[in-house]
């Protein structure tokens, strides 16, 4: 079975930076488009950065040149690398595996407060 496994979470001052990590297991990883997604609380899950299986990003407008995602296919990995982080980017972050349907990891809080 498909596995989602979410790292890297947590407190980080506005500014600063935090990296999220997602491993997957249980399926041929390269052949996978992934993406990030946030939860706040009282909002709605929104899409945060996805990547294709060939390479091909995509980014919601809010974190256009701050967030980079990326993936080692070597690693089964999908990484998040937030810098210049704000507070309205506190959420819980989910790792997503679109296909064949919705797989999802567990979450992984990160907190931007002073």
């Known amino acids: 079975q498909v596995q989602l496994v979410e790292s890297g979470g947590g407190l980080v001052q506005p500014g600063g930076s935090l990296r999220l990590s997602c491993v997957a297991s249980g399926t041929i990883f390269r052949l996978h488009a992934m993406g990030w997604y946030r939860q706040a609380p009282g909002k709605q899950r929104e899409l945060v950065a996805g990547?294709?299986?060939?390479?091909?990003?995509n980014y919601a407008d809010s974190v256009k040149g701050r967030f980079t995602i990326s993936r080692d296919n070597a690693k089964n990995t999908v990484t998040l690398q937030m810098n210049s982080l704000k507070p309205e980017d506190t959420a819980v972050y989910y790792c997503?595996?679109?296909?064949?349907?919705?797989?999802w990891g567990q979450g992984t809080q990160v907190t931007v407060s002073s």
């Open positions: 997503n595996m679109p296909w064949p349907v919705d797989y």
């Open positions: 990547i294709s299986s060939g390479g091909v990003t």
